[in-house]
């Protein structure tokens, strides 16, 4: 049997009330650009296991990688599942493989913030199941907010 590493901490994240959606996020110091917060945990799926399960409007607490595992952040993850969306963010989501060859998922600033700070990422999410991008709505309120949580809708233009 496989044993998990344990929830890791992260010092550098508290969690309150958001002042945008519900629980989030924030800074428990002043931090620099690319500070380490913590890494995104929770259970583990594969990607037939998510092709099999119907979730529940629990979207925003997964994280695809690009190996296609699916990381579900609201079973065992850690204080950064708790970073709201914003479509100006101040931190995002960096992969990485460990020690271990694991790919994880890295959270870190994207610039300084302040302690006290609320932190966000971007969730840039797909809606494999073709909702429509007022599902889920952005409330974020930066002056360049998308509206919605969704990625930007891909244009036919190719990637650089
Ligand atoms: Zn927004």
Redesign the pocket.
Known sequence: MKHRKQTSSTPFVRVGPSGVHGLGAFATRDLPAEAFLGLYEGRRYTKAEIATKVWDDQLTYLFTLTNHETIDGSKGGNATRHLN???EPNCEAVEEYDEGGELVLKFQTLVAVDAGDELFIDYSLTADDGSPPSKYP?????PG???TMLAPEETEAPAP
Request: glycine residues 18%; contains cysteine; hydrophobic residues 0%.
């Open positions: 969306h914003s479509c952005c409330h974020c309120g930066s907010c998308r509206g």
